[in-house]
């Protein structure tokens, strides 16, 4: 009895994008098929249970055997294996390098070592991203890491052309990669309201301002170590807290721009010189590695939580830290006003930032 088959040859890589995204999510080929299942496909495509079966396999195998070329995504544009348009290559590439906000948050600051890698099992029972999708985004965080660890010019620019990803996840990986170098306290109990966008967008702050990159953009690690000299010079701005006419001076023109523009203006008197403390100390004990990881604790401790506890809003936080910067211009013998604009440029972004109010 002679059969009638229809044929199609063609040479380019069939993906599936959901069926690539439940392997990346870490699925079996079973569970996968069952949510491809519950998803319709079978009345979609009119297709058996048995050959949802074999696709969903082929998938699998295929995305495992370009999984080694992902590692280095340059090198899928040039291998000839696997026909995969240019457009859907960028797909496979951005997706593969994606991660959970709640995964990046428990390993955030962490050394990316065996150590905390031991750490996954607890880690995916927490946040309920599977253990095989945990160690993806640990793995790729790790390789990236070594990769620009020892590269000279921009962080961000360096991540995006050796991995070709968009310049909003090259952004949201240099964060990571700074904030392991530099080993920010993050998982304390008083920071867990800040999520990683709210760090992300601090660690780009401090890539900006505080680096040796911020100053010379060629030199080795230039994005990822903070400017020693720079942090050497914050001591001098002890003189705003330690010279008692400059302090009384300060407190009383920023407190003369405040009077009648806030609600909260009592408690802004009555605590400038407690928040100007904070403040500055934060900044003359950066010369410490220590003090450098708790960077973060200290401007929650230090200013956030008492401005909290006296009821400031977003808008009197933004006020108070708006004048308490620019009066320091007008005292007549601070003479520090270049190191004074670079640190509290960073300070007033990150606190805008992680106060929420």
Not at 54 to 78: G, V
Not at 133 to 144: A, P, T
Not at 282 to 296: G, P, Q, S, W
């Amino acid at each position: 009895m002679a059969v009638e088959l229809d044929v199609f040859v063609g040479n380019t890589t069939i993906m599936d994008e959901e069926v690539y995204q439940l392997w990346l999510d870490g699925y079996t080929v079973n569970d996968a098929v069952k949510v491809r299942i519950e998803g319709g496909v079978m009345e979609e495509c009119e297709a058996s249970a048995d050959v949802l079966l074999s696709d969903t396999m082929d998938q699998y195998r295929t995305f495992q055997m370009c999984e080694r070329l992902l590692h280095s995504p340059a090198k899928l544009a040039n291998q000839l294996l696997f026909q995969i348009p240019p457009h859907r290559q960028a797909v496979l590439i951005e997706r593969y390098y994606a991660f959970d906000d709640v995964f990046v948050r428990e390993v955030l600051g962490k050394k990316l070592s065996k150590g905390t890698k031991k750490d996954l099992d607890d880690i995916s029972a927490k946040t309920g991203v599977t253990l095989k999708s945990c160690r993806r985004q640990f793995d790729n965080f790790k390789r990236v890491f070594k990769v620009v660890e020892e590269l000279k010019g921009p962080l961000v620019e360096n991540i995006r052309q050796h991995f070709l990803l968009s310049d909003k996840l090259a952004r949201d990986y240099a964060a990571i990669v700074f904030f392991a170098n530099n080993r920010f306290e993050t998982g304390k109990r008083k920071l867990q309201y800040l999520t990683f966008q709210d760090f992300a967008f601090c660690a780009g702050q401090l890539i900006n301002n505080w680096t040796v990159g911020a100053v010379d953009n060629m030199v080795e690690d230039m994005d990822v170590d903070l400017d020693k000299e720079f942090l050497q010079e914050l001591k001098e701005l002890k003189i705003l807290i330690t010279d008692k006419d400059l302090l009384d001076q300060h407190k009383s023109l920023v407190c003369t721009a405040l009077r009648g523009k806030t609600k909260a203006f009592t408690e802004m008197e009555a605590n400038f010189k407690n928040l100007s403390r904070g403040l500055v100390n934060i900044a003359a004990k950066l010369t410490n590695t220590k003090d450098v990881r708790d960077f973060f604790i200290d401007l929650v401790e230090k200013f956030i939580e008492p401005c909290r506890s006296d009821r400031w809003t977003a808008a009197d936080m933004k006020l108070y830290l708006t004048h308490y910067t620019n009066s320091a211009h007008i005292l007549d013998t601070f003479k520090h006003q270049v190191v004074w604009d670079r640190y509290m440029g960073v300070i007033k972004s990150c606190i805008f930032k992680m106060y929420h109010d």
